[in-house]
């Protein structure tokens, strides 16, 4: 610390009058806010020389770009501290942080994200642009040894300490071929490797990276879904497509892009990421005892269990084990299953209103028998709401539409007041006269609507075709 203060007051010429340590998020390096006169600004403290010079190097070429980076403004002799700019405690993780705790983001939340998203092409391309990659640490570009290292992170740090049976032969055969296929579309871009909201600083409303250093040549990809499928964010379907169309938006003005490509590729990239994010969580729960690693793998395996709906049929017996992992009850009863609970039901008024077994006292029950009835012509009779041709009909009509929006209005303002009291469970019925057409439609409707707009669970029951689904 006293070398910080002598490198602090040679380059300002004042003497340090006042200073606090900050959090360093689990980092092994150690930041000082170091004032004096009318300065602020924070020195560092690092253990690994190759690592400062890294953040160094690439710092001063980023800013050389036009990139919102923190100016380091001066280096020890020994390269083990140096001084940079202040940017301000204010990081994007803090500032979504009710957007995290509720699962619903607000209209400023949303913007910044999005905006985040929209800066870190800029970062990819123009901060590739002449960049020295040998100061790259420990690595100077994404390759073929990184990717099977973390696969093998994720099998021996969390696959194997399931307990889960699984053939490693087969299994090695499938990470082979998903790691040649994650090694297309290299680029000379730039790879944050570590980009999420806690690496990212807000500074007069714009975004400035932190914490890049451990970055390199590698694929676009990679830093997309870190940040959009970041575990514990949590952020809602119809966000996440918000961030990626605001970072497509962005591409376009350094590259030209084929959008379905490009989520084809992405889709491989936060299955990488996924797994390796679940490795470091084994890691830090298993081996080094730290159980609240653990309590964030549900988060992590309901990222998962979303991407398995799509199976990955490249890689069979990849699928199937992890198919397999992401049902193992122990990951359903942790943090995850803390959230609220909506019970989605379609009926048939004729046999009764669904029986609340929650002891909740019921929920909403929405009488759907005023909207024109597909089933009084006999075409339809053969379909469900859940075939194109019964969706066609009631879209074509129009009733349905205003009478989902007046349910989407109240039931949402029931899940923001639910979420913020931390109840557990609410439960929406919706019913028409042979719970077949009218009343499926609806359900199914409003769960695809709260899975886009809140982080929740959601149950959907079509009690009289017997279908039974969790999104």
């Not at 609806?442 to 999104?471: G, Y």
Request: charged share 25%; with cysteine.
């Amino acid at each position: 610390m006293d070398e910080l203060k002598k490198l602090f007051e040679s380059y300002t010429g004042q003497t340090v009058t006042d200073s606090e340590e900050l959090n360093s998020s689990g980092s092994n390096r150690r930041y000082f806010r170091l004032r004096g006169g009318n300065i602020s600004l924070v020195g560092v403290i690092g253990l690994n020389k190759d690592e400062n010079n890294a953040f160094i190097s690439l710092s001063g070429h980023f800013l050389k770009n036009g990139i919102n980076v923190p100016k380091v403004l001066a280096v020890s002799e020994d390269r083990m501290r140096y001084i940079q700019e202040d940017l301000g405690d204010a990081t994007l993780y803090s500032l979504v942080s009710q957007g995290r705790e509720s699962g619903e983001y607000s209209s400023y939340e949303r913007t910044l994200l999005c905006h985040t998203m929209e800066m870190l092409p800029k970062l990819q391309f123009k901060g590739a642009r002449g960049v020295d990659w040998s100061a790259c640490y420990p690595e100077p570009e994404f390759n073929e040894r990184m990717i099977l290292f973390d696969l093998n992170y994720f099998k021996y740090c969390f696959l194997k300490a399931t307990g889960l049976e699984f053939n490693e032969v087969t299994l090695q055969e499938d990470f082979e071929k998903l790691k040649d296929d994650l090694m297309q579309d290299m680029g000379d871009t730039f790879m944050y490797r570590d980009f999420q909201a806690r690496n990212v600083m807000i500074k007069d409303g714009e975004p400035y990276f932190i914490d890049f250093q451990g970055g390199r040549r590698g694929p676009i990809y990679y830093d997309v879904a870190s940040f959009a499928w970041q575990a514990r964010a949590h952020y809602p379907e119809k966000l996440r497509k918000e961030m990626i169309q605001a970072y497509i938006s962005a591409l376009k003005g350094y590259t030209e892009v084929d959008e379905a490509h490009f989520y084809e590729r992405l889709r491989l990239f936060v299955l990488f990421r996924t797994l390796q994010v679940l490795g470091a969580y084994g890691f830090r729960g298993y081996f080094e005892k730290k159980p609240h690693f653990l309590a964030s793998v549900p988060y992590a395996l309901a990222n998962l269990r979303r991407l398995l709906q799509k199976p990955f049929s490249d890689y069979p017996y990849l699928n199937e084990v992890l198919t397999n992992l992401a049902t193992l009850p122990r990951f359903n009863s942790l943090a995850e299953d803390k959230r609220l609970e909506v019970s989605i039901f379609s009926f048939a008024y004729k046999k009764g209103i669904p029986v609340d077994t929650s002891g909740n006292g019921g929920g909403y029950v929405f009488d759907c028998r005023a909207i024109n009835n597909p089933g009084k012509f006999e075409h339809y009779r053969q379909f469900t709401g859940l075939d194109a041709e019964v969706i066609q009909f009631l879209e074509d009509d129009g009733g349905v539409s205003k009478f989902l929006n007046s349910v989407y209005s109240m039931v949402d303002d029931h899940v923001k007041v639910f979420i913020e009291r931390k109840f557990t469970h609410l439960q929406v019925c919706f019913g028409c006269t042979g719970g077949q057409h009218r009343s499926v439609y609806c359900a199914e409707h409003l769960a695809r609507h709260l899975s886009e707009k809140f982080d929740i669970k959601i149950t959907v029951l079509h009690r009289e075709l017997d279908i039974e689904k969790i999104l």
